[in-house]
Structure formats: C-alpha cells, structure tokens
C-alpha cells in the first residue's frame, strides 16, 4: 500500500536574522499570509520582535527566505493597528519614464530591468506585507504616464484606491511640478482623503540629479504629502516607500 504524503503545512518556524546584529529567532509564519503566484512577500519586523531593528524580510511561498532590508525610514511602532487581513488598492501615478514600473518590480520580486518599456493604460501587480497580526493583501495598480489630460479616461483606474504613490524622476524638474495635476487628477476622482506618498526616484543618476531633497519636501509640503527618496535600480528605500504608506493606512482604519 502506498504511504499517504502528508498535507502541506499551515504555518512552520522560520529562522529570522537581523541584517544589522546578527540576532536570530524562529518566527510562526502563516501558510495564509505568502504569496501563492511565486512572488515574494515581504514582513516587516518591528523593533523588539526579534532585537531593536526594525527590518524586512523576504520570503517565498516555501518558507524560504530569500533576503533582507534594513529599514531607515522608520516607522512609528507606539501606535496600534487593527488586526486581520486587509486588501487595500494602490495607485501609482506620475509622468511617463519616471520609473513606475522599474518601482513596482524591484518591490515585487526584487529585480531591475535596465530596458524601457512604456505602460500602457494599466499594469496589476499584488504583493503582501506583515505588520505584526496585521496581514496587508496589496493590489497595486500601475497607471500608465502618457497624456496627463486624459484624466476622465483615468477616473476608472483611481476609483476605490485606497493609497496612492506620485512618482517624480529627480533628472527631469518638470516631473515635479506636474505633481500638482497628478494630485488633483487622483483626488477628483477618488473623493475621500487617502494616505499619499511623494516618491523622488533615480536617485542612482547622481550627476543628473537636480531636483533636490528640499524640493521634494516643499512639495510635499504644499499638498500634505509624506515623501521619501528612492531609486529602483539600486533598491534604495523601494521597500520602504510601499511599507510606509502601507502602514499609515492601516492606521487610519484602527479604531
């Protein structure tokens, strides 16, 4: 008689170090919470889970892990967020070759393309995070840079988003100033105040850089807009930029 294969496990202890000190621990992980499509799902492990860094770790459907990221934009860990599982609809938003889809793929399975190929109309891709007992299901909605005017033609895109990312290329000024129409183009259709993210990407191209840190933060600013600096070639602050905004939401639905 052939043995009977045991069942795939729910949830298995998986050995997590930190990055920084070197600190292990087996952490539960939940069958539940990993992607099923081979991408990997990044969980956010707060200060005083494993040590006193705040990190992220990369694992895949598996239990395998795949890699590590210091966090250096933190994260407020003193307030509470609510417990469960979210899916939470994110809009990405900005001119054309600003590097939109280079952002969602290194975040998504940690890669980069260095050949451009232009969105057109719309791009979804889905990825979880995990925050504590909080389980973070990302739809993210990459909505292509062509003909800001069409904005009616959008409005279908942005309807029900629950978060939104406004990307600038840091070599091309005029990114930034058409922040504003990509703010109100979203807002219009959106109705309701959402957590946004300004993002200042191509960070990487140091000597074409010109659109500065403060420029972003006075942009920001003006529209009450967190914002980070990242570049999707090198993965700087990509994690983190997704992790944030992801965060405040959750936030904003504890009560």
């Known amino acids: 008689m052939l043995e009977k294969k045991n069942e795939p496990q729910n949830e298995k202890l998986v050995k997590i170090v930190c990055p920084i000190c070197k600190t292990e621990k087996k952490l539960t992980i939940s069958k539940s919470i990993l992607s099923t499509s081979g991408n990997l799902t990044t969980i956010s492990i707060q200060k005083k889970e494993i040590c006193e860094h705040h990190f992220q770790v990369f694992i895949d459907r598996d239990f395998k892990v795949r890699g590590y990221q210091k966090v250096d934009y933190e994260i407020d860990t003193i307030k509470k967020l609510p417990k469960g599982e979210f899916y939470i609809k994110l809009i990405l938003v900005g001119d054309y070759q600003v590097g939109k889809s280079a952002i969602i793929k290194r975040f998504i399975d940690n890669t980069f393309d260095e050949a451009y190929l232009p969105t057109l109309q719309l791009k979804i891709s889905k990825k979880t995070l995990k925050f504590g007992e909080s389980t973070a299901n990302l739809v993210i ?20 988003a629950q978060s939104a990312i406004i990307v600038v290329d840091r070599t091309r000024p005029e990114t930034l100033e058409h922040v504003e129409r990509w703010y109100k183009d979203t807002y219009k259709a959106i109705q309701h105040k959402i957590p946004y993210i300004l993002v200042g990407n191509k960070s990487d191209l140091n000597n074409d850089v010109v ?16 914002y980070i600096i990242t570049s999707a070639k090198t993965g700087e602050n990509i994690n983190d930029a997704f992790s944030n905004l992801t965060y405040n939401y959750l936030e904003s639905q504890f009560s």
């Not at 909605?141 to 029900?160: A, L, P």
């Not at 972003?216 to 807009?225: G, Q, S």
């Open 141 to 160: 909605w990459d909505v292509g840079g062509q003909s800001i005017n069409m904005s009616s033609y959008r409005d279908r895109f942005y309807e029900g």
């Open 211 to 226: 659109v500065q840190k403060q420029d972003l933060e006075d942009k920001a600013k003006e529209f009450d807009l967190n």
